[in-house]
């Protein structure tokens, strides 16, 4: 089953603006853009994703973002995000008893899918992009699912959940911007049950010398973060506490098909809309400059 198509999920409820206001919008974000690194740590994704909205989104009727799915030769991007958020409910054998935290849930795109089709008790999604959480909180009573679906304002290294209170902890396409991996996937671990599972659908650094040099001078005292590349993916999991951790690429179905798809969206008329920084770095000659240094993974684990 597909959701419905409604105003709630169309990029079509997006305001039509002319030239000079779009030209405007542009200029006002690559501004706010480059004040983001001033920031602090904890604030500087969620105002990056508060800046960018639904207007500069590559969807057709959706406002999912990520970047796909692309095994089953799907004919929209959309399509491919659905088939993408499918893959990590499966992986999590997502069903009706589940109590699911997904975190870093963009518009809830992904969340009503997994209501309407895998029906877990109660999701609730956690976010620090305040503009994300509105307008997927807004999307929810639209659709009449606000009784399963409750998006929260919470940090991925610091859940507001107590122990063991979930069955399921998802993270499509957003751990990548977390300060810690080892902090998220440690409270991931608290948070959940015994016997329950963390999916995660991420990008990461292929492993490789030029890659390993990143790595290293990501682990260096004081640094925010740590790069991962999928062996150290599966290490960090087990070291977290988790077992039966499944850690696999799915690159090949993810970055090649997207390039050859974005090459014609690109060029439709209400592409027009989007920055043209974003579309260039998405643009096929952009994926193809940055798309081999990247590893597309999906990570399973249970806590025993």
């Keep these: 089953m597909t959701l419905p198509s409604s105003p709630a999920q169309s990029t079509a409820a997006i305001p039509v603006e002319t030239l000079p206001d779009r030209t405007a919008r542009w200029a006002r974000e690559c501004l706010e853009w480059a004040r983001v690194p001033f920031l602090p740590p904890g604030r500087r994704v969620g105002r990056v994703y508060d800046i960018v909205g639904p207007q500069n989104l590559f969807g057709e009727d959706s406002l999912f973002i990520n970047l796909g799915y692309w095994r089953d030769r799907p004919e929209s991007l959309d399509a491919a995000s659905r088939d993408l958020a499918r893959l990590v409910a499966r992986e999590a054998e997502l069903g009706p008893d589940d109590v699911q935290l997904d975190v870093g849930f963009g518009y809830g795109d992904q969340d009503f899918l997994w209501a309407r089709e895998f029906g877990p008790k109660e999701i609730i999604g956690m976010n620090i992009a305040t503009e994300q959480i509105e307008i997927a909180t807004r999307r929810a009573a639209e659709l009449g699912l606000s009784d399963r679906i409750r998006f929260e304002y919470g940090s991925a290294i610091d859940l507001p959940r107590a122990d063991a209170s979930c069955t399921k902890v998802t993270a499509?396409?957003?751990?990548?911007?977390?300060?810690?991996?080892?902090?998220?996937?440690?409270?991931?671990?608290?948070?959940?049950?015994?016997?329950?599972?963390?999916?995660?659908?991420?990008?990461?650094v292929r492993p490789g010398p030029v890659t390993d040099l990143m790595i290293r001078a990501s682990d260096r005292p004081g640094a925010e973060r740590t790069a991962y590349d999928l062996p150290r993916y599966r290490k960090a999991l087990t070291a977290a506490g988790f077992e039966n951790v499944s850690v696999y690429s799915i690159r090949r179905d993810v970055y090649s098909p997207l390039a050859t798809y974005l090459s014609k969206r690109l060029r439709d008329p209400d592409m027009r809309r989007v920055n043209p920084v974003l579309r260039a770095t998405f643009s096929r000659p952009g994926l193809l400059a940055w798309g081999p240094w990247a590893d597309y993974i999906i990570a399973v684990a249970t806590k025993p």
């Design 172 to 204: 499509l396409e957003s751990a990548f911007h977390f300060p810690s991996y080892d902090r998220f996937f440690a409270e991931a671990y608290r948070v959940l049950q015994p016997g329950g599972k963390l999916v995660t659908a991420d990008i990461t």
